[in-house]
């Protein structure tokens, strides 16, 4: 039986399905207590006064900590884990990030007081019974008036609110020559719109402290508990990894936003210290709206040049990043690494260069969110190349089909290096793009449009030809970009001695179905039956240690980590079977669970190879008993997952109301172990991309409130939002890691969002060129784009 | 004070004291221990606390459990019946209709109240009843097959829904 590339069932599913999967929030612990955070209801303001008595002898409070007892504790701030250096290489400014403020908030929801009570009514009960006298001060929400002189200053040690500034590409003045030459430039101001992540599953915490054992243990809704663990213990609270254990049990999804390390975490395990007891902290969605790292908020002028024949002469970027009012874990890497790096896109583009100043604002904090600098390079790529195309009068396929990279395979052909930093691993574009144009009917729709054009219906094609580099990442390229940590993987296949197999990896699964793929490819590599492998995942007292998953790196990274431990237990069990079988190991082959000699009948089975390895007394001298290998996988380049994807929609002439009609995605993310996984993934990031296109966008208003605090102001897609999505892909494995796979998690949301918009731009032509139309595409925005003068 | 409630949940009698401020969903998650309704919002737009109450798709987030005294409850736990998945369950699962999970349970409620009224539906009608339930992973595609699955076995096996 072959498992890799048959749509396996997820073995996950059985428990989602029926109501047992176990998720931070369903464990309850002996004596467990509940936390409530007191949050700032305004977005800057010094906090004059705190009186906590009344609340504190309300019934059933156990206790109340604020910002000040946690300075007293001497407990850090939460850190980012990335650095950014300033053009002039002076390291960025990394203000404090307190788990509670003492003097001056910075954001609506910055949290000022925990309380902590029998049961969660009376920790809310008692919040209202808390009398905070703030003095408010002014605030900026914007981050090109954040830079302005005279905006309210978010941090002291931050002159003019900018974190850093950064470039990358080609000298500035060859590519302003290049651009100043060319025969047509196209320009577009862009706004790249503030996402809220909104896993349905809210973030949740719960710290408990054993002193028996002098033992902490945290559950909670990580991406990456590892991680979570090194920060809070090394950086944060300053206690011993060997006496903490964090488990991120089932989790409702991350989509990025549960990868950081929130103040929470750190909250819940230091008071539960204090108070002697467990404390669970569970978020409300209004609070997830106020403190889960939000994403994007891109403020953007870009410029593409042309010449005669419409090649792609040069690109200028320059981009306002809003980074929020505190670094986030990955906050400066998203704007920087994971954005100017992706400029050239498919593109043979020559001159590139890419300008960012990372700016605080008086917001919520914004780190990645699927895809996470990659959906912000393809956006403004994309709805560069069709609007140049309306601009030159080109057909927009046209024009990419012109200015693709030729294929290369980067096994005989080389790599292709970029104007800015990455070298692309494999790529063959054009196959996807014709691909599209078939599905879509390219030909016939354009006549379809011009037939409805003349009945006053209004139809649009939009196209996005996007790149994106997964499988995060290659700890040398990320050190020398900056990142305060590798980003390899690590994995321990432990055979037991009746040949079941326990794989421990340090990726994590949130819905991406690891313990149904990664048993498919173990078990492939074994021979033996996906039953017998169990993958065991979110425990850092199980798993050796881990960087969890966000990138698209669980299969790339942690798979090949898997490879490499299951390379080695075959490498001992040859030398176990060699001895049995009274034969040479050059001499074994081994094939669907046996060693055999080859040429011969005489074979013996991995069970017994297993047995043996537990008993040995019949065990070849010198080799240790056991069969249990660990191994770490440390990428040599980044993957480059590509794709094209077509939306097709409908604008209604009297309403401005936008109609997804088609969506038409072909992806090339490498082998694919299993397609219906792919899929799903595929069909899940599309939907967050179309969503931002269409739906969604975090609004503050000129006090810093957060407008869109609940699902009833923030429009997430809905079942009858989205038409049937119509995928196919193509296969270039990467060649750079065993499996050859590239990773499926966030192209959908990477590619799709640009091509909706461009369709909306297109179905608008018969009113001109509109190009200052902004996302989300609500039928006010449209209605009003079409109507301006 | 607390309100004494006499509920059928899953076909199992309970008797229980709730303080008239409990909401059922955290009626069902603390006091009973039925954890598969979960809690995704707090203004009752994820439908992922989805059960049936009397057979029909109600949000326990904004059902009083004091409200179903006397009512017949059936949460995600009571659908699979001596270790066999609902149709509806096998349905989610042959067609990949969950990834995180979390939503699932809503989901699942949510479409056994349309096949009891509409054992055939066409997806404009799927996607139209599921409406009420927010799901960040799947992008719904493969949670209107998985309905669709569910309602053509549900017809190959004669079965009813309940």
Known sequence: MTYIGQSVKRVEDKRFTTGKGKYTDDIKLVGMTHAHIVRSPYAHAIIKSIDIDTALAHPGVVAIFTGKDIAAAGINGVPAGWQVNFKDGTTMKEPPHPLLVADRVKHVGDGIAVIIAEDLATARDAADLIEIDYEVLPCVTNPAEAVKAGAPQVHDNAPNNICFDWELGNPKAEVDAAIAASHHVTRLDLVNQRMAPNAIEPRSAIGHYDDSKDKFTLYTTSQNPHLTRLLMCAFVLGIPEHKVQVVAPDVGGGFGSKIFHYIEEALVIWASKQIGRPIKWTSTRSEAFLTDAHGRDHVTTAEMGFDKEGKVTALRVSTFANLGAYLSTFAPAVPTYLHGTLLQGLYTTPKIHVDVTAVFTHTNAVDAYRGAGRPEATYLLERLMDTAALEMGMDPAELRFKNFIPAFDGVTQPGYQTQVALQYDSGNYEPVLERGLEMVGYENFRKEQAEARKNGKLLGIGFSTYIEACGIAPSAVVGALGARAGL???????????????????????????????????????????????????????????????GSRSLAVGGSAIVKSIDKVLEKGAKIAAHKLEAAEEDLEYAGGRWTVKGTDKSIGFGDIALTAYVPHDYPAGLEPGLDFSSFYDPTNFTYPFGCHIAIVEVDAETGKVTLKRFIAVDDVGNVINPMIVDGQIHGGLAQGIGQAMLEGVAYDAEGQLMTGSFMDYAMPRADDLPSFEIDRKVTPCPHNPLGVKGAGEAGCIGSTPAVVNAVMDALTPFGIIKNLEMPMTPQRVWRAMHQK | MSVKISVSINGKKYTSEVEPRQLLVYHLREALALTGSHVGCDTSSCGACTVLVDGQAVKSCTTLAAQVDGCNVITVEGLAKNGNLHPIQEGFKEEHGLQCGFCTPGMIMAAADLLQNNPDPSETEIRHALEGNFCRCTGYHNIVRSIQWAANKLKETNAAVL
């Open chain 1, 488 to 550: 390899y993987e690590s994995a321990q296949v432990r055979v037991q001695p009746t040949g079941k197999v326990s794989v421990f990896t340090g990726s994590h699964s949130h819905g991406q179905g690891h313990e149904t793929t990664f048993a498919q490819v173990v078990a492939d590599r074994l021979g033996i039956a996906m039953e017998d492998i169990d993958i065991v995942h979110g425990d850092s007292d199980s798993v050796a240690f881990g960087m969890g998953t966000y």
